[in-house]
C-alpha cells in the first residue's frame, strides 16, 4: 500500500525504502540508540535491510508502518516515526495502533521526534481511521516520556513490564488529538 509523504517546516517524512539500509544501520548499530530498546542494537547492514523488508511488509498487510524522517533541504536520512499496530502484546494488549521515533543520536535534541510526531497525528487523526493512538516508553526515558505525555498530550494510564523494562502506556482519542490542535 502506498504510504504518505508529509512535509514539516524541516523534515520530509516519507515511506521507507531499501536504500535507507545505510541509515537504518548506523542508527541501529548504535548502542546508545538501544539503551532504552532492551540493548539490542544491529550487529549487520543484513539486518537493516531485514527490518525494512518487515515494515514495507506492514505497509502491504495492515496499511500503514514506520516512516523515515529526512532533513527537507538536505535528505539526509535522521531516523523513522510514525505508527505500526502492533501484533504482539503491548501492555497486554495486541492489534492497537503505536506511535513512536527512534533517531540517530547526532539528531538527538533537536525537535525532530516532537515535530515528526505531530505531523504524523495530524495526518492520522484527520482521515479519522483509528479512535485511539497508544504510545509507550521506558519509565527513565525521560525524553520520550516528556513527547508522549507533554508535547504530544497523551494520558498516562498504566505501568507495565516490556522485555524486562518498567514502562509507562499511554493514549489519547482521535477527538481529543483534534480538539488539542484546535486549540493551539
Known amino acids: 500500500m502506498k504510504q504518505p509523504t508529509l512535509e514539516t517546516e524541516r523534515l520530509i517524512i516519507r515511506e521507507m525504502l531499501p536504500t535507507d ?3 537504518m544501520f548506523a542508527m541501529d548499530s548504535n548502542p546508545n ?13 543484513e ?5 525494512i523488508e518487515d515494515v514495507r511488509q506492514q505497509y ?11 532533513d527537507k533541504h538536505t535528505g539526509k536520512f ?9 501484533t504482539e502484546p503491548l501492555n497486554g494488549r495486541t492489534n492497537l495502533l503505536d506511535i513512536g521515533y527512534r533517531m540517530l543520536e547526532s539528531e538527538w535534541g533537536k525537535g525532530y521526534a516532537t ?3 505531530v505531523a504524523c497525528m495530524d495526518y492520522l487523526c484527520e482521515r479519522g481511521d483509528h479512535p485511539i493512538i497508544y504510545g509507550a516508553a521506558v519509565i527513565d526515558n525521560d525524553a520520550s516520556n516528556k513527547i508522549l505525555g507533554e ?9 507495565f513490564t516490556f522485555d524486562g523494562d518498567e514502562c509507562y502506556f499511554y493514549e489519547i482519542t ?7 490542535r484546535k486549540e493551539s
Open 60 to 70: 502491504i498487510d495492515r496499511g500503514i508502518g514506520r516512516w523515515v524522517m529526512e
Open 33 to 45: 540508540v538501544h539503551k532504552y530498546l532492551g540493548n539490542k542494537p544491529v550487529k549487520t547492514i
Open 21 to 23: 539500509a545505510e541509515g
Open 115 to 117: 515535530e515528526s510526531a
Open 78 to 86: 535522521i531516523g523513522w516515526t510514525g505508527f505500526k499496530i502492533n
Open 151 to 159: 508535547k504530544l498530550g497523551m494520558h498516562l494510564t498504566a505501568t
Open 47 to 51: 539486518q537493516s535491510k531485514k527490518i
Open 174 to 180: 482521535r477527538e481529543e488529538w483534534l480538539a488539542r
